[in-house]
Each structure stands twice: as C-alpha cells, then as structure tokens.
C-alpha cells in the first residue's frame, strides 16, 4: 500500500478517511488507526490554514493594487479639472489660446463638465475613504465621456 498517496489525498481534501478506505480497499479502523497515528487530521487543517492564508493575502493584493489604480485615475480627474477651471477662468482672449487643449468647449459647456467631473471625483474619493468599500466598473462608467474633450 502506498500510504504516502493516501495520505496526501486526505491532506489535499474533499474526501473523508473513510471514503478513502473504500477507495483503496483499506479496512477503515487500519486507516483511521494511521492517520491518528500520523495526525493527518493535524496536517490537513495545517494545509487549509496555509492555502486560505494565501489566497487572504492575494485578495488584499488585489484590493491594494486596485486602491493605487483608483488613485491614479482620481489624479487624472484633478489634472482634467484644474485644466478646465483655468480655461473657465480666463478672460476671452485668454480663452481662445487655450481653446486647443479644451478643443473649443464653450465656458458654460466647461462649466458642466467640471461640474460632472467633481461629482465622480467626489463619489470615487468616498467610496475609497469607507472602510471596506471599493470603485466598480459602474462608478467609473461616466469618466470615458467625461475624460473625452470631443
């Protein structure tokens, strides 16, 4: 009997020792008798700690990676923003020097935009700031058409 096989398919999990037993057509008592022995029970709890340990600590890597995304795209708002505030506040010859980087959104259009743009900033900077609570793609469904100077 090869009990190295036995034994790590009962640590690996999803089968209990008895099943195990009819398996490999082992009287259950030997194998329970081993296993207690062995403390494979030890060994597979051992084992779940150890993979759900790991995958906690790649769920709070992703969480972590998706924050620092966020972030940059919460940098872009502000960036776009300040952009346009300036454009909004210059006096009309002013404006039209900078109606290329605004492509020629007329002031009160701007002043929409911007207007929009606070509003998902805000709505993204409260979602980051609970505890627990993270961006979905829907939050950040306006931002292309918002982004987009056409």
Known sequence: MNWRKVKAEYIAGGISQRKLAEKYGIPWGTLRTRANEEKWTDARKRSENKAL?????????????????????????????????????TDATEYSTVKKTIKGKKPAILKYKMRDLAAVYESLSDKVTKPGQGADIEDLSPLAELLNDD
């Open 53 to 89: 340990q790991k995958a906690e600590q790649k769920t709070a890597d992703v969480i972590a990676d998706n924050a620092t995304k966020l972030e940059r795209i919460k940098t872009k708002i502000l960036d776009k923003l300040e952009m346009m505030v300036d454009a909004y506040d």
